[in-house]
Every structure is written in structure tokens, then in C-alpha cells.
């Protein structure tokens, strides 16, 4: 067993995602439209089996496959680490023969250089057994990246894993794994000699450098301050750490609120107080603008985001003059990406033999009603955005979201009493948890009605027809179960008659998401 310097490793979400996502249809539970969404199950992870299992499950293996491993050449060791890679999704009755079918078809893929196939391999298992998991993921990125001559497709494919990767670094605070993802994922996107992949990677770790770089020059402070919690410079120097350059303004505002600089020390301390009215959520987002127009970029930019999160807070209450300027503001603080038409990105026969059905106007949905999953893993913040018109006054209507390692929905239920509500909370359904509403008045037969859901690290705000109807703060340790549909996001309605999505779109606000392909 090898023990690479790289520990960090994505969380069991992305880690499923991969799973699901890099080798269709091997050893893998079949991505199928469901008849109703429900959460997945935990996985079970088991104990590593003993040397002498392993021992006696290669000696077997080494037996049923003789003639196979004769076939010395690249193609013949491929399919070999195919067909195991298969047979182990196949073995459930003997851990230890599991456990051997995928060491070896990742060993193999390894020395033919089969990107899906090592990392589907090692991503089995690390979800299935109590192994080293800095050792068997990152582990095989760094030997797949030190190919040369690999394929575009292959070159993008590590270059998003290595973005997974980093991105549970950065979660852990672990800067030495962090630069290590960037570096990795920047070589191979060099060698791949494809410019915008180049481009398009470098734009992405582009803030990860810059907190790598910042954590250098302020090891110092973060030392001092460890001695002694109310030493005001070095407060003020990590203050500005956590919140400028990493965007945790929860461990950066009490440390800035104790600083040495009068100016932000003020701040801070404002910011820290309730603003429970617009008027005082537009001010506070008024000073931090102000603060930001005197410093440089790329530092101006990311304060700006403390703005627009107060802007954004009192956006769903103004109007007028004030709420233009403070959209325009929000836009200018973070431009919007483009909407992702998630509809477009459907296999229409596929869905067809669901029983959905593709018109001009937009989906219908069949009878039987099954959840419409969306071939795309969203980023950890992003607004979901549906249209939807209802043959009845009383649909049941579900958007199927994630966050992270959690999936969940967003429910508007309960047929005549319209009651709404996130899936689940605190262990209970959406009749009877915290976020259980009766704000959605009506919905008119007949007519579109849209549904956004905004995700963000700290809250879930829902608009139904423009209007806020759920604002929840949370950090999402009760909300929701393990990520189900391979961490993709999804829609449901269910109601007599004909019911039809018109449009289901995503923005993506934080990181990039990723479309993937359909079974």
C-alpha cells in the first residue's frame, strides 16, 4: 500500500457522485427514474479484510483468471480491469473477494492507464471499506496525472476531480493539500495542450492561490493569535484571512470586531448586531461597498460579497429606485452566470419510455408520475429555478435538492391546504418541522407558477411566484439525509389531469457544477 503526501479527499457526496457518474453500468445500481423520491440509505462500510483473506481471495483470482493475466498487453490488462471492476458489483456475499476484484481492476487500470475505470475502482473502494482514504483516492490521481499523452476527455476528467479534491482541502483548511490539487490540476490542464481547459482551470483555483499564498504570509499572526486570543494586530491580520480571502465571515467578523484597525474594527462590530429591517440591511450593505471602493482587487471583489450578502437579504422587501440600485449592486458584486437549461440536458427517449413527454410547451408529466432527474451535480450554492403549470388548484409539487453530502426537497404538499415546507428537518417530513408554511396561498389551474430555491452555505430561501415563502437558516447538519440521485437535482408533480414543467433551470452562484451523462 502506498502512502502518498496528499490526505484530503472529497466527502461521501462527491464521492458518490463519481461513483455514479465515471463508469456507467459497472457494478453499479442503475440510474433509473424513480416512481417517487426517497432518501438513500447509508452506505455500509466494513472493516478491511484480514491479509489472509485478501491473500486467498488474489491466490482465487489469480486462478479463475490465469489465462487473462497472460495477456500481458496494454488492451488485455483494460478489459481484465473491466471485467473485475464488473464482477465486483456483483460480489456481495464475500468481502474479502469484493475487496481483492477492486484493488486489482484499480492496479490494473493503473498500468494501462484507464482513467474511469482507476478512479471508479478506488472510489468503490473507499465507499465500501475502512480504508486510508487520503491513500486510495488522491493516491490515484497522482498516478494518473503523471501520464503523458492522455486524452482530452481523460485530461478534464482529473482536472474535475482534482477540483473535488480541493475542494474538501479547502473545507479542512488543509493548505498544503490544497496547493497540491492546484498544481496537479494545473499541469495536467497544461499538457493536455487545450486552451480552454487551461483557461478554464485556472479560473477556477484562481481563489483557492490566493488563500494559499495569504495563509503563508499570516502564519505568523495565526501563531500569536494561538498564544494570545486578544492580540489585536494579529486579529486583525487573521480576521482578514477568514473573511476576505476565504468568505467565512462568521470566523472572520468577531476576530476583525477585535482588531487593531479602527475602521474595520467598527465595521465588523456593526455588522455583528441584529439588522432585522430592509432599510438597516441596505445601510450595512452600503458600508461594506464603501469599505470595498478603497481597497485593490482581487480584495475589493470578494468584500463585496459580505455587501451583497446583506443586499440580497433585503432585496425580497424594497422596491422602487432602491431595490433597482441594490439588484444592480448584487449583479456588479457577482455577475450572474448564465442559466443552465437543465431540460435541454435530457435524454428525451429515455424519459419518454417513462412515460414523459417532450411539447412545445414543455414537459408533461405522465400518470404514474415518476421524480424527472437532471443529468447535473450542481455546485454547493447555486438558485433552482422551475415553471410549472397544474391541471388542479391543489398540486403536489417537489423540487429534489442537494447540499454537500445532504439531499432534501423543497415540498409544496398537502393538496388543499397548499402546506409547504423542506424534506426532511430535524427527522420530520415537511407537514411538521420548523420550515412548514402556509405562505403559498394559491395555485391557479391552468396558469405557470415558478418555484426558485436559492442554496447558500448558510440558509435555503425559497420565492414561490416572486414572493419569499421560506427563509431558513441553517447549516444543513439536520436538513435532508445522504445524498440521493447520485447528488443531481430533480422535479416532481403529481395532480389529476395534465401537469407540465416548462422550464427548470440553475444558476450557478458558488463553484461550477457538472453535467453528466445519462445511462
Known amino acids: 500500500m502506498f502512502s502518498p503526501d496528499v490526505v484530503t479527499v472529497p466527502g461521501p457526496r462527491m464521492l458518490a457522485v463519481w461513483l455514479g457518474l465515471l463508469c456507467w453500468g459497472v457494478g453499479l445500481a442503475a440510474n433509473t427514474p424513480a416512481t417517487a423520491p426517497a432518501p438513500l440509505a447509508a452506505a455500509v462500510v466494513l472493516p478491511v479484510p484480514e491479509e489472509a483473506a485478501q491473500r486467498q481471495a488474489l491466490a482465487t483470482l489469480h486462478d479463475t483468471f490465469a489465462a487473462d493475466y497472460l495477456k500481458t498487453n496494454p488492451a488485455g490488462q483494460a478489459a481484465l480491469a473491466q471485467q473485475m471492476l464488473a464482477l465486483a458489483g456483483q460480489t456481495q456475499d464475500d468481502a474479502a473477494a469484493r475487496y481483492m476484484l477492486l484493488v486489482e481492476a484499480r492496479r490494473l487500470a493503473l498500468a494501462t ?118 492580540d489585536a494586530k494579529a486579529s486583525t491580520s487573521i480576521g482578514r484571512f477568514y473573511g476576505f480571502y476565504r468568505g467565512d465571515w462568521d470566523k472572520g467578523l468577531p476576530l476583525l470586531a477585535q482588531g487593531d484597525d479602527g475602521a474595520l474594527r467598527d465595521l465588523a462590530r456593526r455588522d455583528l448586531q441584529p439588522h432585522a429591517d430592509s432599510a438597516a440591511q441596505v445601510q450595512m450593505g452600503d458600508a461594506w461597498w464603501d469599505y470595498a471602493g478603497k481597497q485593490e482587487n482581487p480584495l475589493a471583489g470578494w468584500i463585496r460579497e459580505r455587501a451583497s450578502y446583506w443586499y440580497e437579504k433585503a432585496l425580497p422587501s424594497l422596491g422602487g429606485l432602491t431595490a433597482v440600485r441594490v439588484q444592480g449592486r448584487i449583479n456588479q458584486a457577482a455577475p450572474q452566470s448564465k442559466a443552465i437549461d437543465l431540460l435541454s440536458l435530457l435524454n428525451e427517449a429515455q424519459w419518454q419510455k417513462s412515460g414523459w413527454k417532450k411539447t412545445a410547451e414543455g414537459w408533461v408529466s405522465p400518470d404514474k408520475n415518476p421524480e424527472l432527474v437532471f443529468p447535473y451535480v450542481p455546485p454547493d450554492e447555486y438558485d433552482f429555478r422551475v415553471e410549472f403549470t397544474s391541471a388542479s388548484d391543489s398540486p403536489f409539487v417537489m423540487q429534489a435538492l442537494v447540499f454537500g453530502q445532504r439531499a432534501f426537497h423543497w415540498v409544496i404538499g398537502n393538496y388543499a391546504t397548499l402546506t409547504c415546507g423542506l424534506d426532511p428537518v430535524g427527522g420530520k417530513g415537511y407537514l411538521d418541522n420548523v420550515t412548514t408554511t402556509k405562505k403559498v396561498a394559491s395555485l391557479k389551474a391552468g396558469q405557470p407558477h415558478t418555484s426558485l430555491v436559492r442554496i447558500r452555505d448558510k440558509s435555503i430561501t425559497v420565492l414561490v411566484d416572486g414572493k419569499v415563502v421560506e427563509d431558513f437558516a441553517t447549516d444543513y447538519a439536520d436538513v435532508g439525509s445522504q445524498a440521493g440521485n447520485q447528488g443531481r437535482l430533480g422535479f416532481f408533480i403529481q395532480g389529476s389531469g395534465t401537469n407540465r414543467l416548462s422550464v427548470a433551470e440553475i444558476t450557478e452562484v458558488s463553484g461550477k457544477g457538472m453535467v453528466v451523462k445519462e445511462p
Open 113 to 230: 492507464g484507464d482513467v474511469p475505470c482507476a478512479m471508479d475502482a478506488a472510489g468503490q473502494i473507499i465507499a465500501g471499506f475502512a480504508v486510508d482514504r487520503g491513500s486510495w483516492w488522491n493516491g490515484t490521481l497522482e498516478e494518473l496525472s503523471k501520464r503523458n499523452g492522455l486524452e482530452l476527455a481523460e485530461a478534464k476528467l482529473l482536472c474535475r476531480a482534482w477540483y473535488t479534491a480541493g475542494t474538501a482541502a479547502f473545507a479542512a483548511e488543509d493548505y498544503r493539500t490544497l496547493n497540491r490539487c492546484i498544481q496537479q490540476a494545473t499541469a495536467v490542464a497544461s499538457r493536455s495542450r487545450d486552451a480552454d481547459l487551461l483557461a478554464g482551470t485556472q479560473a477556477k483555483f484562481h481563489r483557492w492561490q490566493q488563500v494559499v499564498v495569504a495563509y503563508g504570509l499570516d502564519k505568523e499572526a495565526l501563531a500569536r493569535l494561538k498564544q494570545d486570543p486578544t
